[in-house]
């Protein structure tokens, strides 16, 4: 599975972006795609998944604000952001957990990252 983030960008604080995240090959194995970020000299943190059935879960400091979604036929994970403040700036990057099964039936997860794309919230 590859994946390739796009939709940031800069803007004020307060202001909106929406991040989208498409996905190619083998699209049929996803399960939970999962929205990141990460700061310069700060660690990757996870801030919004989604799974297959829907169901979501968000990171605390953006809990209110941020939105995912996810459009399976278009093999596409949204990311809604309002109300963006200076410390969401960063480089927001998307990952899929894929389900593969081995030769023998066995199931194995694996997990694909995309490209990032940079938001910068300022004035």
């Known amino acids: 599975v590859q994946l390739q983030a796009f939709g940031g960008g800069l803007v004020e604080p307060g202001g909106s972006l929406r991040l989208s995240c498409s996905a190619s090959g083998r699209t049929s194995s996803i399960r939970t795609l999962t929205w990141y970020r990460q700061a310069p000299g700060k660690e990757r943190q996870m801030v919004a998944d989604?799974?297959?059935?829907?169901?979501?879960n968000y990171a605390d400091p953006v809990k209110g604000r941020f939105t995912i979604s996810r459009d399976n036929a278009k093999n596409t994970v949204y990311l809604q952001m309002s109300n963006l403040k200076a410390e969401d700036t960063a480089v927001y990057l998307c990952?899929?957990?894929?389900?593969?099964?081995?030769?023998?039936?066995?199931?194995?997860?694996?997990?694909?990252w995309g490209r990032g794309t940079q938001v910068t919230v300022s004035s």
């Open positions: 989604i799974t297959s059935r829907g169901d979501t």
């Open positions: 990952s899929a957990d894929t389900l593969h099964y081995t030769d023998s039936g066995e199931p194995v997860v694996a997990r694909a």
